[in-house]
């Protein structure tokens, strides 16, 4: 379904395709700053890329821009208010801070210097936070030059806010703060989430929820010091044995995750939800046969794969280091273990009952001998969700169905496994969640390689055009 | 049991006793030379260890004294032939190098700047080599002197030879190819390994076997790269859970080790052996309170503590790694687990089998998506063990007993649960083993805060000029 030759015309994709060279142009410089939030080295270029961004911003039109720091990295708000006093507020939340970019060695062309490359689905932009979040962020600026010119408007239909925050990849740690310092600025009727994307290149799609997280480091002790293990071998409990047995029992032979009281808060899925979500094409194999290089899938009984990535509860282990890790070989009883875990939650779970189960869990499966530390950060991430009856939800649908020539009831919805601070949107400004993001599954973020599809990006730009002259009809 | 006030007096001990401070002052100049043989850093250290001891040869008086280079770090060899051409030829196997210190911060006091210590069984001398190995070699230089002394030689009543590497802490990797190159040089009789201890510091004792080693490195793969556990999390196989159910299956509910074969070769405890065993003193409570630091000992139902550590095969995993293991959390499924495992041995059990039981054992036990590196390095170490019933060992227990005012049938004897070199001492040079070593199993070799009880340095000096006496009768 190549963009160059629509099935029917509108004046918004008539601007977006006759000014994608600046959106190509904006994304290209953007991307070469490496706003890399984890890395405290990358501070100063988190900061050139708020500035960078609120510049941009500035030139695209908005009257007001500024910069918020944060006791970290600093947050670029925008506004642009409706010439209709009583038109709708919709607050657009992105991020401008990328992942990491190790292991270097993996990238086919450097992370920060944008390379374009043909791929089976058309053009491709390749660098680091080419499309989370970079691009989803991007297509907004194209899409409101396109939104004013389509309707010949000198102001939005709906007043815009937007809030790009720098540290999303580093786990927002101020962003609820700063979210309460300036609920006033940010006060709005709907939130447009622009952080997530579709489920495939030709099948347009609106995300619905997104899964919580918390998160556990479990330190097991065994000996004072490490031991000489031709002394104390096979006598003398072995943290690094306990810790293999204990995470052995992280999941049971169904697959579910055993910490006690896992469960009780998960909201079923119902009858409709699954109907919904299985009408999403995926080929399981060829999404095997992506980074995740596998030839099986695997996980908890009697769910699919997409329900399992989108609609279900998770437990994984990101981390486990102990002992003796240099060349050759060290004999020792290490005097420590150690593992790091996240949980992805979702609806009605509470990422502050996930540490309590988490030591009450490690508490009946240590063996004697061994001592165990639980450290649970305080937080973590709630589950969100998307009210799929409401008009809001409607004019999302309609934006999209128009930007991909079809009619919203053939707009599919799906699932995003991710977490994000858009559950501190929820909860400290009470308006309601709608996703609108350009990414697909295929696209590497977090990994090297990371790519958006061109088209995809044109997509996003010109269904931001639509939503904000959808939105306005609605009475929220 | 104070050396001070010996119950019989015998002119080795006279010698022993009024020429003390030669023993401290040289132990305290060769304990001040850092010769960590693992860290390539520490090369020049390790050399000039090597020509420090070989001075202090020479002025023990031994004519020949040699530094043999090795492509790794250079061994000393020194030889004292007999006035008596048919004298047995004797060889004193002990090594110059020692372990890194790290954690430093654990350190009573600097580990190269050697401290007297009142401890409850007398003084005591801290610092890294206090024992393993400068502090069983030192007392060697002592020990010929008064052997010389007490019987009125200007030679030794057996020839004796010391072979002094400077690998041993890394695994001795270039001593096989050494003993070959050299076993002209080398050959003798009997080997005297002086690299172990005792039971207890007033129970004499005799080491009578180590144990064998062989190591593995098993790497898990499962995704191409990191991937987000957001998007893939309970969906594809993490190699991390797989690796902690491979490792957690290591030993079976018996505490048995569940390579297939991994038994097969095993002689088993003879009734004698395990009488034997049986009379060593060993307070569990005490042993499990010391570095241990453990309310339980575990290990190989149907065996005690010091079979499960001296006379079983074991396996322990030493070093486990993989994911994210820095600050805060990233939520990966990593693309690779790596863990690190060393296997002890017994006779007669061969290093070389381990490798294709860990395979085995690793492809039986591979969940479906995870594929499998493991490597086993060639080499290992065999075990090894004395003759109970020999001549040699006969004039070894009667050497021990007077230095300990005791009788030759109250020496006890046990079993060395570490390993060494040992193995190929017998292999290339064809000769039985002697064990004679000042050590105690409280001497935190190995760890911070190594030391060795001055006393049983005393008596390790004059066991060895009992011992080269007691040799010359024996006929091999």
Redesign the interface.
Known sequence: MPVSSPERDNAERTYVLAHLDDLHADLDAWLRIPSIS?DPTYAPEVAASATWLAEALRRTGFPTVEIWPTPGAPAVFAEWPSDDAAAPVALVYGHHDVQPVD?LD?WEHPPFEPTRVDGPDGPELHARGAIDDKGNVAFHLLGMRAHLAATGRDAPAVTVKLLIEGEEE??SPHFAALLKEKADRLACDVVVVSDTGMAAPDVPSAVTAM?G?A?A?ITLR?????????????????P??A?????????DEQ?RVTLPGFYDKVRPLSDRERELMGRVPFDEQAW?AG??????????EGFT?LE??GA??????????????GP???????AE????L?F?LVADQRPEDVGAQVRAWVEANL???IEADVHTPPGGVAPCASDLDSPAMDALLRAIAQAFDTDADRVLFTR????GPEADLVEVLGAPLLFLGAGL?TD?????NERVLLSMLTRGAEAAAHLWRELASVRF
Do not use: C, Q
């Not at 279900?312 to 890790?325: D, F, H, I, K, S």
């Not at 273990?337 to 790091?340: F, L, Q, R, S, T």
């Not at 995003?416 to 977490?419: M, Q, R």
């Not at 590497?444 to 090297?448: A, D, L, V, W």
């Open positions: 984890a292991p993996l580093s786990g899964r997280l998160d480091e065994g000996p004072a010091v490490d031991l000489h293990s031709g002394s104390f071998g096979g006598a003398v409990p072995n690094l044995h810790m293999a047995k204990l995470l052995a029992g992280l999941h697959g095997l980074p995740a290089a596998s030839r099986v899938a695997t996980g908890e794969t399992r990535t279900r509860p998770t437990a994984e282990v990101n981390g486990m280091w102990g002992g003796y890790t050759g070989h060290k004999t020792i009883i290490p273990a150690h593992a790091k996240t992805r063996p004697a001998g995003e496994g991710g977490s599954p590497r973020i977090h990994s090297p």
